[in-house]
């Protein structure tokens, strides 16, 4: 398979002979213009050189640096000021913060989010605790430094924080812009606004504890601050997500049906993977196979319902089949009642949202769970309560038109996602709760009780808010 080293990095030439042992042919671009001129389908590995604080991989290095400082001093890392931290990153800052607690130091983390709720992470930060390290969230910061001393300003969104400290220990490694050239070249998408904090985030490494991954399933980024000299640590998951870019990466992708198509791009536009091109002979988009994530947020923004979806084992499910599929799930696609198109009418004065079998003692709550973070805790969340759980593949998925034809049938919906930047497919939790405010609004508008579709956020440790807002939507009252 040939395959795209993008990228000038000290690393390249050591990469090519192990990407070769395992049978890829490597291409080496340094620019942008190079790059466009290769075949789009030919996978990317973009190699980032980035140099790291000592102070947070040098043990010897960060003791030496707080000789001078008492033990009640404040010692601060400083996480995501410009760019969110790496998994690398932020297991460098555990490891540095942990040890120097261990040395009896008074210590607190800032970052913008955490991967506290994540596998792997949960009992490092658990027991990082337990050391009295302190981690404060921000949302906003302020530093400014006056003889010799840093002075941190910081928002949370709720409330202002200051405190002082003698060692302010800046932790990331900001990227090149070459990096974001290649990524925009590539339809890569980033998260984080570099307006606020200065840089975009590319690799999808949030979420990922393997290195590599970005939105793009064909395109792997190499931060080599992490490598740490050595190039061998990466290969062999390199090798793998690279074989496996062979076959489609889901059981259900997306389908267009092109005589549907408006040819709108909206899909184009929302597609957190980049996984739609034009078909510009047809006029009508196309889903490429290889590169869907399955998320379904194609699906719940396509005003003219033109996006539907299959098996990957394309014998099985005949066109026919597919379509059925989607509107067995739904019923008719409601008309363009996407997250951006403020003007479409509900439409709902022909569609009675009263309860069909209203009166009946059976489920009078509907949940949609996203399969990432609410579903896998629904078993253990809703012990008890009657409710009809849906699992869906992103908060993404759940269009205005599930919600609708829901309460057709349900005195409450509720829609429960990912929270802060957890989502794995970008912003789908975002689009999520931003459109069932909008519904709420309009159904307020319209003379329904608004209260009857709410939104949750949660990560995959908080069962108890999960069953907070079950039982909140269940009584009918105001999250
Ligand atoms: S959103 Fe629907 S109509 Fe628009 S381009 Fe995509 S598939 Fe076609
Ligand atoms: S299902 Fe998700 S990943 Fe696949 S094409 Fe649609 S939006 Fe993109």
């Given at each position: ?12 030439e ?26 789009k ?18 043990k ?55 991967r ?6 949960d009992e ?5 605790r ?29 409330a202002k ?65 992490s ?10 998951s390199?090798?793998r ?42 006029e ?50 409601m ?11 509900l ?17 009078k709550?509907?949940?949609f769970c ?9 078993s ?27 309460l057709k ?17 970008r ?53």
């Open positions: 398979m040939k395959t795209i080293l993008a990228g000038k990095s000290r690393y390249t050591s990469l090519k002979p192990a990407l070769h042992d395992a049978g890829f042919e490597t291409i080496a671009v340094e620019t942008v213009p190079e790059l466009k001129a290769l075949p389908a030919y996978p990317v590995i973009l190699l980032q050189d980035t140099e790291l604080n000592p102070l947070i991989t040098d010897r290095g960060a003791e030496a640096a707080i000789l001078g400082l008492k033990p009640k001093d404040l010692i601060v890392f400083l996480m995501d000021q410009n760019q969110d931290a790496s998994p690398y990153i932020e297991n460098c800052v555990l490891n540095m913060a942990s040890h120097l607690a261990g040395l009896k130091r008074n210590i607190a983390v800032l970052l913008r989010s955490s506290a709720s994540d596998f792997g992470f490092r930060y658990r027991t990082a337990k050391k009295g390290i302190a981690f404060v969230k921000y949302e906003n910061i302020d530093i400014s430094s006056d003889d010799g001393k840093t002075r941190i300003e910081l928002w949370d969104g709720s924080l200051t405190m002082e400290t003698l060692l302010c220990i800046p932790c990331e490694a900001s990227p090149a812009s070459e990096l974001y050239a290649f990524a925009d070249a590539l339809h890569v998408r980033t998260y984080g606004d570099r307006a606020v904090s200065g840089s975009r985030g590319v690799s999808g490494g949030r979420w990922f504890l393997n290195q590599g991954t970005t939105f793009k399933r064909n395109v792997k980024l190499i931060h080599t601050d490598l740490g000299q050595d190039t061998r640590s990466i290969v062999p390199l090798i997500d690279l074989k496996e870019l062979n076959e489609p990466g889901q059981e259900k992708i997306a389908f267009v049906d092109s005589k549907k198509c408006a040819f709108c791009f909206t899909c184009y536009r929302v597609c957190p993977h980049s996984a739609l091109a034009p078909d510009e002979n047809n009508a988009m196309k889903a490429e196979e290889l590169l869907c994530e399955g998320c379904g947020t194609c699906g719940s923004n396509c005003p003219a319902g033109a996006i539907a979806f299959r098996d990957t084992e394309p014998d099985r499910t005949s066109e026919g089949e597919v379509m059925q599929q989607r509107t067995d799930f739904i019923g008719e696609p008309e363009a009642m996407g997250q951006d198109t403020e003007s479409v009418a439409g709902t004065e022909d569609m009675e949202l009263g309860r069909e079998d209203a009166g009946k003692e059976s489920q709550l509907k949940i996203c399969e990432n973070s609410a579903f896998p805790l629904s253990e969340a809703l012990i008890g309560i009657n409710a009809a759980i849906q699992p869906v593949a992103c908060g993404g998925e759940i269009s205005t038109s599930m919600i609708l034809e829901a049938q349900y005195d409450s919906v509720l829609a429960a996602v990912c929270c802060d930047d957890a989502c794995k497919h912003d789908g939790n975002k689009r999520c709760t931003r459109q069932v405010e909008r519904l709420k609004e309009r159904l307020g508008k319209l003379g329904y009780d608004p209260n009857r579709i709410n939104s949750v956020r949660i990560g995959i440790t908080m069962a108890d808010i999960l069953r907070k807002a079950a039982l909140t939507a269940l009584k009918g009252e105001v999250r």
